[in-house]
């Protein structure tokens, strides 16, 4: 079996004792095994970096940036091959994962625009013969640890702009489908990145734990779960590095009585079942505001889901694949069972499906829960399954206290004809991303994204300008020549 090893100064290596499964979740089989960095890994890794850095970061921007526009080249070319991968290891459909692929290289798009980005701000004449500027500087060697649900999207929020901004890399994605993470990484030495600059070290707990506790690490960017992403932010912090961790989600979509009923009903069903409910950003509450909405969007999410088809990655006309894991799978059955003992209508149950031809995978169909209240256990956590509840209240002002009691503040948004619900839900939601009809409203490269609550540790959003602010520390320069024949006297006044 393939033991799926790391990429470390340019080179492919596995010295590691430890190792474990990679499955396949549609089949439920383990496909491959994937190597566990030890500590001297980790830091063959780290030191790798460190020796790259002082020629990288000395590389002009648009230099750097060339290297992006080959990598977009070779990531465009190489589209199939990566969404086998990932439909391979973390089981979703392809056209799902080409849309994954295609926000990754977006934010790579982003990165190429490294000279513009990294121009600094200049004013002249502040004072007499007096002029003042501020500079970007890399950081250094930065770490970047990402989530299973991502594997291309998440580790291109990250590695483009830190890596453009004049920084050497170190990535440690998800055990759980480290392949197309790997393949992509190597894509950037294709491309005419030097050895050093981009390393990826797989791994668990202790990769991680040795990338927060060195000092020559300064700063790190998590994506992943809450408990986990404060974890890592703690021990990050404490240890003097930068750090950026993305958390878990429950995101809220309120249905006002006006919204257009089948294209809200349409919208949710991508929202809440795509990727079997495995993003961040899926919308796994509806709050009804009415019955009347209620029973009408009910129905027509109920009709839609007749049509809904799941199965493996490499059948086009799937809606959406297995969950990742069999813990994971009896997880999500576990919330829907809790939900029915506490009292709430299970509307559509998706529990073991069958599925022709892959009776063994970690598969949950479409669910769909009703009459679910604020104090139900599956309403507080986060499923990450293909689970949409539905929450009855008689007031937008219930259906917006709901939202802003909730631990979570990843996503949020309102369906609705009324610019004036739309523009009060805006300025009032406690959320970091919001969608006016717009379900998952993630935000295109150029913007950045970040939950508030505890959906985000830290002050900088992922990407766009947060991105750069992220990878860089500034210097301000305050400048004066004297015009030559002028005396200056002596001032002790803070001027
Ligand atoms: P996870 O927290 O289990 O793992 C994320 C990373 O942390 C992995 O690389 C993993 O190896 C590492 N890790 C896990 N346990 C650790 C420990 N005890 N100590 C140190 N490192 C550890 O998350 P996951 O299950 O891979 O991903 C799903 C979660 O990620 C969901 O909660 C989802 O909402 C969240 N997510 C958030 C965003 C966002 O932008 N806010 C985006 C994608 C996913």
Known sequence: ????????????????????????????????????????????????????????????????????????????????????????????????????????????????????????????????????????????????????????????????????????????????????????????????????????????????????????????????????????????????KRCQALGGAKNHAIIMPDADMDNTANQLLGAAFGSAGERCMALSVAVAVGDEAADALIEKVTEGMKRLSIGEYSTASNDFGPVISAAHCDKVNGFIESAQQEGATIVVDGRNPVVDGFETGFFVGATLIDHVTQDMLSYQAEIFGPVLQVVRVKTMQEAMQLINDHEYGNGTCIFTRDGEAARYFTDNIEAGMVGINVPLPVPVASHSFGGWKRSLFGDLHAYGPDGVRFYTKRKSVTQRWPSSGIREGVSFAFL
Request: proline letters at 6%; aromatic letters at 8%; glycine letters at 8%.
């Open 1 to 240: 079996m393939t033991t799926i090893g790391h990429l470390i100064n340019g080179e492919m290596m596995n010295n590691d004792t430890r190792s474990q499964a990679v499955f396949n979740p549609a089949t439920g089989e383990a496909t491959k095994k994937v190597a566990l960095a030890s500590k001297q890994t980790v830091e063959q890794a780290i030191v790798a970096a460190e020796d790259a850095f002082p020629e990288w970061s000395k590389t002009p921007p648009l230099k750097r940036a060339r290297v992006m526009f080959r990598f977009k080249e070779l990531l465009e070319q190489n589209t199939d091959k990566i969404c086998q991968l990932i439909g391979q290891e973390h089981g979703k459909i392809s056209h799902d994962a080409a849309g994954e692929l295609q926000r990754g290289i977006e934010n790579v798009e982003y990165a190429c625009g490294a000279p513009e980005l990294l121009k600094g701000e200049h004013s002249k004449n502040v004072g007499p013969n007096i002029d003042c500027w501020s500079e970007f500087h890399p950081l250094g060697v930065v770490a970047g640890i990402t989530p299973f649900n991502f594997p291309a999207m998440v580790p291109m929020w990250m590695f483009p702009l830190a890596i453009v901004c004049g920084n050497t890399f170190i990535l440690k994605p998800s055990e759980r489908d480290p392949s197309s993470t790997l393949f992509i990484a190597q894509l950037l030495k294709e491309a005419g990145l030097p050895d050093g600059v981009m390393n990826v070290v797989n791994g668990d707990k202790e990769a991680v734990d040795t990338l927060l506790n060195d000092k020559r690490v300064k700063a790190v960017s998590f994506v992943g779960s809450t408990p986990i992403a404060e974890y890592i932010y703690t021990t990050a912090t404490a240890n003097g």
